[in-house]
C-alpha cells in the first residue's frame, strides 16, 4: 500500500482498505483468540491510520491491542514469559493511546475497554519484574 501511495494511488482509498482489512483481522482474531490475528490487525490499521486518521480505525486499533494484551497477560503468567509480559505491556499502552480517539464514535466500548485497562496494570507489571531479569 505504501507503494501505492507513492505512485499516486489516493490515500483515503488505500486508508479504507487497509481499515477493512485491519476488521477483518480483528474479526478473526475475535472468533480465534490467535494473538497473530490481533497483531495482523494492528499493522493493518496502524496502516490506515497513517494514511488517513479516522475514529473507525483509531477504535479498532485500541480493540485489538486491549485483545491482544489480554491474551498475552494471560499466557505470560502460565508460561513465565518475558516476552508475552512486555508485549502485554505494550499493547496496552497502544490501547491507551488510541481508544480515547476512537471514543469519539463508539464512546461506550472505548470505555468500557479504557476502565478495563488499570485492571490489568498490576498483573502486567508484576510478570515484567518477575520474568524479565
Known amino acids: 500500500m505504501n ?4 505512485a499516486g ?8 482498505i487497509a481499515l477493512q482489512q485491519g476488521s477483518n ?7 480465534s483468540k490467535d494473538r497473530v490475528d490481533f497483531q495482523r490487525a494492528i499493522k ?9 486518521s479516522s475514529a ?14 489480554q491474551s498475552a497477560v494471560n499466557d505470560a503468567n502460565d508460561k513465565k514469559s518475558c516476552d508475552l509480559a512486555r508485549m502485554a505491556r505494550d499493547a496496552f499502552n497502544l490501547a491507551s493511546i488510541n481508544l480515547p480517539a476512537g471514543g469519539q ?22 510478570e515484567v519484574k518477575r520474568f524479565c531479569k
Open 3 to 6: 507503494q501505492a501511495k507513492a
Open 9 to 16: 494511488a489516493d490515500p483515503a482509498g488505500l486508508s479504507q
Open 25 to 31: 483481522a480483528f474479526k478473526a482474531g475475535q472468533a
Open 44 to 52: 493493518f490499521l496502524q496502516l490506515s491510520d497513517q494514511l488517513q
Open 56 to 69: 473507525d480505525a483509531k477504535f479498532l486499533l485500541g480493540a485489538s491491542a486491549f485483545s491482544l494484551g
Open 105 to 126: 464514535k463508539y464512546p461506550t466500548e472505548a470505555a468500557q475497554l479504557m476502565t478495563a485497562i488499570p485492571q490489568f496494570t498490576p498483573a502486567v507489571d508484576n
